[in-house]
């Protein structure tokens, strides 16, 4: 099974599930965002590199998207 095929599943269970095409898009954004941090490990740096934006876009989004996992690793860090 190709990614899109996986895609097209998703969506129509989506669809069928009633979620909004914003309620899709934010939760594919998080977990995409988490994917990448799990990959390198917390390092925003790395991670960002991974995902293809600027530092400083993936910290903006964190800040909006996951304030919960943005609170844990300042938490940790200081």
């Not at 994917?35 to 876009?57: F, I, K, P, W, Y």
């Amino acid at each position: 099974m190709t990614i899109n095929d996986h895609l097209k599943s998703i969506a129509k269970e989506l669809l069928r599930g009633g979620i909004t095409a914003d309620q899709a898009i934010g939760q594919f954004e998080k977990e995409y965002l988490t994917a990448a941090l799990e990959e390198r490990r917390g390092n925003v740096t790395q991670a960002s590199r991974l995902l293809g934006m600027h530092r400083n876009t993936l910290h903006n989004k964190l800040r909006t998207l996951l304030p919960d996992v943005r609170a844990a690793r300042k938490r940790r860090s200081g």
